[in-house]
């Protein structure tokens, strides 16, 4: 019976499927059966939880009012005079009284302000200190009503919450605290008026987990402690108001709304409505039990409809169709259904079988055509492979011949197959381990491709061959290819590759192969050595696109391929793996197919840094010299400027002391005087600065300390540079001597500290430092005009504005600035480069734009002792004389001016206007001439070759020298000779009068 039900309702009959399709067509009505319990589940917990919320609200919101009036009620009670004199008997009769009217309240007292119990209208077990309860403590702090936390009461024993306020006196001190106990048991009477349903509950509970009030079985579940019970955490975590559903104390499952109990001052507890969830969902339940029994019977009726139709209206057909296909397949190819065909599927079925049943018919008439057609087509293959160019062979695997084809016999060089297959082997291998591989493989794979052997003809020769086979059982049957011919080819092409490839990778250039898109196809190990990888296939993974430090570079490059197809001797720069750049040389070219497309670009790559930096230095060194040239030509034409005007200026500036002289103080000429003086002594000072930057000035040189006079003038350069502006050195212990005048270079670092401060208008810092230094040959091949050896560096720095580069290329030339117009002459850094490159020294500038600005200037050091300083002692008068002094110059005024100053201190005076004449008079004059005042440049003859002719003749004579500018014999190099007395032009009265004076006297 059960194997019978079994095959009854196989999954393999079409019955059993149908009931199923029946069963799966039902399912989505059961599914939204229980969609719609579940929607009306959550519309009956909505509205239970509303309700429940709804009542915890007016619970919460009484309590609250009650409250209310139980401030109003302690604010009356404090104001009475039985409380405010503290009678006691008084007040218990008043509190008592108050009780028994209001039935919600537990107990009345009075606290003493130390915590003692005063009064209580509900007797305590003893002595009651309530210092420590929180309603006490806040009135206290606060002088104002306050609720304490929801507790079991000390005095009555029941759940409460107390209420306090204070009493004062007069003085403003509280002299008690009323309090009052708010009975909380009273809340469960809400439930009783809301008729919860069976199983509800109602509860009062604080953050501990404490129930002061619970409905139903208050004496059950008042001053019970549930801290970790799952309805206590969800009301902790929504902490004013919120829903839930979990299960009671009790295990029952409910729906929970829970409101904070009046209002945030009531020490934090809560009113929790639990309703259950079989109340509220009963209805629901109802209403699914009768869908779900509705549908099993619709069910039913369904599944018996189908089992019933289904016999009759599909299994007949198809019953029938299932004879008539076994039929078929015992090989009656002519076999029909004989049934008229229908619409439906089962009609479609029958005629697909008949159609079906004659196509099998129809194929097998076809087979048997194909079969002759086969025969007929292995006679013509046979043909062919008998008259094939490749060999066709089959052995046994012990290499006897079966058959071979022609092309077999003339490859292995034998006369005729029947010779072949006579001689019992096919072929012999030059190596017996080549068989016995191909044999091993063969019996592995059953099938080898393309083998690659080497086998001995007839004759003795050896070809290659590639040998295909294919073992059936114990049959080798395949094919033989001379390759021999390809063989050399190949051999040839290998050497001439290899040839190719010695080149290509020993050739000390980088050669490369790359697509469009910058991806290397094929690069030799010079150019992976130039852009620093390790090895070729390293370079191969990188795109050439990103080795260009200009982009731009490389799109004109591909500008220039696609343009011309080729590229020759084209200068950029690279990106090496470690991140460093160089230049290259390219050369390259493009490479296309048959349809004019590019294919790849190949070229040369050849380093040419030590090319570009040698070329860079010598450029810097051009412009270092044409910046050379162009100062030493601007500075020799200030020098021959400045020799005229201190010849006009020794004339204007001498007339006008002597003016002063004689002018008496009040003279109105004598502020006109003064005027003309100051005037020409500021044009002198422009030509001093021209002479310092022509380097033509005077330089009485010493051997001093660079370090001692910076300290010297550290007060000063802070004056000049103002407190806006910190001043800080860093002196270099140990420093070297240099030889210098030293006015010249504390004039140099004057001017730079005032060029320092213009470029901080906001204030800043100024750096002067000095080191000793070693300028080598490399140095000295960078910098012209430098010559290497040991150097006292001296720098000065600032954290100003800064210079752009075509304001840093002129910044020493003279009456160049970027000043405001009269603020400043152009002439400060002039005269700082002629002082330090007539000392023998060098300047270098560095700026940049909002990064300051750095000048170092590097001084000879030498090994000499240091200058001993000797102060000069000048008289207040005018020194005077009668010896008899002889001018010679050729300029009249200024002639004429100094015989003037020096007769007017009581010398003899003779003039002469040449060398000629001076030796006239020299040699004429009977009284003995006692000094010669001779300017040094004369037509004619100079001054010191006058000199010379004077000591052969009179070898005592005093000379003392006065010109505008140093280039003469009386100097070498800018520096004054030992021994020589020499007055600068424009000189005034007193340098004249006291520099003769002084020659006299020595």
Same mark, same amino acid.
């Given at each position: ?126 002595t009651t200190d309530l210092g420590d309860r929180s309603y006490f403590k806040r009135t206290l702090q606060t002088r104002d009503f306050a609720i304490g936390d929801y507790q079991m009461g000390r005095v009555t024993g029941k759940p409460s919450v107390n209420c306090s306020y204070p009493v004062f006196n007069e003085a ?208 013509k293959y046979r043909d062919l492979v008998d008259h094939a160019l490749v060999g066709v062979y089959k052995t046994n695997l012990q290499g006897e011949v079966v058959y071979v084809n022609d092309a077999l016999v003339r490859i292995l060089e034998y006369n005729s197959p029947e010779e072949m297959i006579a001689g019992g ?100 190990h010079a150019l992976a050595q130039l852009l620093g990888y390790p090895d070729r296939e390293s370079l191969l993974a990188i795109n050439t696109f990103d080795t260009y430090v200009d982009q731009k570079v490389r799109v004109q490059r591909k500008v220039h391929m696609d343009r011309d197809g080729v590229l020759r001797n ?81 004339? +204007? ?219 000069? +002692? ?129």
């Amino acid at each position: 019976m059960r194997e019978r039900l079994r095959t009854l309702f196989s999954l393999s009959r079409l019955h059993t499927r149908l009931l199923l399709l029946i069963l799966m067509a039902i399912l989505p009505a059961l599914g939204l059966i229980f969609c719609n319990a579940l929607e009306q589940r959550k519309h009956f917990a909505l509205r239970a939880q509303e309700d429940a919320h709804r009542l915890s609200k007016i619970i919460s919101r009484d309590h609250a009012e009650f409250i209310e009036s139980t401030r109003q009620l302690l604010v009356l009670l404090a104001q009475l005079p039985q409380v405010l004199s503290h009678d006691l008997p008084s007040c218990n009769l008043l509190f008592t009284s108050l009780l028994r009217q209001h039935p919600r309240y537990l107990n009345l007292g009075i606290i003493r302000p130390d915590g003692k119990l005063s009064l209580s209208a509900v007797p305590p077990n003893g002595t009651t200190d309530l210092g420590d309860r929180s309603y006490f403590k806040r009135t206290l702090q606060t002088r104002d009503f306050a609720i304490g936390d929801y507790q079991m009461g000390r005095v009555t024993g029941k759940p409460s919450v107390n209420c306090s306020y204070p009493v004062f006196n007069e003085a403003g001190e509280i002299v008690s605290v009323l309090f009052v106990a708010l009975d909380l048991s009273r809340l469960n009477q809400f439930a009783a008026q809301a008729q919860l349903p069976k199983g509800s509950v109602l509860q009062v509970i604080d953050p501990n987990g404490t129930i002061f009030a619970h409905y139903p079985d208050p004496e059950k579940w008042v001053g019970k402690t549930l801290p970790d019970h799952p309805i206590m955490k969800t009301i902790l975590t929504q902490e004013m108001e919120g829903t839930a559903e979990e299960k009671g104390a009790d295990g029952s499952s409910r729906l929970h709304a829970f409101t904070r109990l009046g209002n945030s001052e009531a020490g934090g507890a809560y009113v929790n409505i639990g309703i259950p969830t079989a109340v509220v969902f009963a209805e629901v339940n109802q209403r699914l039990i009768r869908n779900l029994m509705g549908l099993g019977l619709i069910t039913l009726l369904a599944l018996l409809a189908a089992w019933v139709g289904g016999k009759f209206l599909i299994l007949r057909r198809i019953n029938a169709l299932l004879s008539v296909t076994k039929r078929l397949a015992g090989g009656d190819l002519s076999v029909r259904t004989g049934i008229a065909y229908g619409r439906g599927e089962l009609g479609q079925l029958e005629q697909a079988f008949d159609e079906m049943a004659e196509s099998f018919e129809r194929k097998e008439a076809e087979r048997k055509q194909a079969e002759e057609a086969l025969r007929e087509s292995e006679r013509k293959y046979r043909d062919l492979v008998d008259h094939a160019l490749v060999g066709v062979y089959k052995t046994n695997l012990q290499g006897e011949v079966v058959y071979v084809n022609d092309a077999l016999v003339r490859i292995l060089e034998y006369n005729s197959p029947e010779e072949m297959i006579a001689g019992g082997v096919i072929a012999r291998y030059k190596h017996s381990k080549e068989k016995e591989r191909f044999i091993q493989h063969l019996k592995e794979t059953g099938h080898v491709q393309s083998f690659d052997a080497e086998l001995l003809t007839k004759t003795g020769r050896m070809k290659n061959v590639l040998i295909s086979g294919t073992l059936d059982g114990e049959i080798i049957s395949g094919m033989i290819m001379d390759i021999t011919e390809r063989k050399q080819v190949e051999e040839a092409l290998r050497e001439s590759e290899e040839r190719y490839r010695s080149l290509f990778n020993d050739v000390p250039v980088g050669l490369y192969r790359t697509t469009l898109e910058g991806q290397i196809l094929d690069a030799n190990h010079a150019l992976a050595q130039l852009l620093g990888y390790p090895d070729r296939e390293s370079l191969l993974a990188i795109n050439t696109f990103d080795t260009y430090v200009d982009q731009k570079v490389r799109v004109q490059r591909k500008v220039h391929m696609d343009r011309d197809g080729v590229l020759r001797n084209f200068e950029y720069q690279l990106r090496r793996c470690d991140g460093t750049t160089i230049w290259v040389e390219g050369n390259s070219k493009t490479t296309l197919d048959a349809e004019g497309k590019v294919l790849y670009y190949e070229g040369t790559l050849a380093d040419i840094t030590e090319r570009k930096k040698a070329e860079q230095e010598l450029a810097d060194l051009q412009e270092q010299l044409r910046q050379s040239q162009k100062m030493e030509a601007i500075g020799r034409l200030a020098g021959g400027i400045a020799h005229d005007f201190n010849n006009l200026l020794t004339v +204007i500036k001498g007339y006008s002391q002597l003016s002063l002289i004689e002018l008496k103080e009040g003279d109105p000429l004598r502020i006109n005087v003064e005027e003309t003086k100051k005037a020409a002594d500021r044009a002198a000072e422009l030509i001093r600065q021209l002479l310092a930057f022509s380097r033509r000035q005077i330089m009485e040189m010493k051997v001093i300390d660079l370090n001692g006079l910076l300290q010297d003038l550290e007060k000063m350069l802070q004056r000049v540079i103002g407190e806006e502006i910190e001043l800080v050195t860093r002196l270099t212990e140990d420093l070297g001597r240099i030889k210098i005048d030293p006015g010249q270079i504390e004039q140099v670092i004057m001017n730079l500290a005032v060029n320092a401060k213009d470029a901080m208008p906001n204030g800043g810092n100024l750096f002067i430092e000095t080191a000793n230094t070693e300028l080598d040959e490399e140095y000295a091949r960078t910098h012209i005009a430098v010559i290497p050896g040991r150097y006292v560096r001296l720098s000065v720095s600032d954290t100003g504005v800064g210079m752009r580069p075509e304001v840093r290329h002129r910044v020493f030339e003279p009456f160049f600035t970027t000043k405001e117009k009269g603020k400043g002459t152009g002439l400060g850094l002039s005269t700082v480069y002629g002082i330090v490159k007539q000392s023998g020294g060098n300047i270098w500038v560095y700026s940049e734009p909002d990064q300051g600005t750095t000048f170092k200037i590097y001084l000879p050091r030498v090994d000499e002792p240091l200058t001993e300083s000797r102060e000069k +002692i000048l008289k207040e008068e005018l020194p005077r004389g009668k010896e008899t002094i002889l001018i010679v110059e050729d300029d009249e005024e200024v002639r004429k001016l100094a015989a003037q100053i020096l007769e007017g201190q009581g010398y003899k005076v003779l003039r002469a206007s040449g060398g000629s004449e001076a030796l006239d008079l020299f040699e004429k004059k009977e009284e003995p001439i006692h000094l010669v005042l001779s300017d040094v440049v004369m037509p004619g003859m100079s001054g010191r070759e006058l000199a010379k002719r004077f000591m052969l003749i009179h070898p005592k004579i005093k000379v003392v020298y006065m010109s505008g500018y140093t280039d003469h014999a009386i100097v070498h190099r800018g520096f004054l000779e030992e021994g020589v007395d020499y007055v600068q032009k424009p000189f005034t009265v007193d340098g004249l009068a006291r520099k003769v004076r002084e020659a006299l006297d020595r």
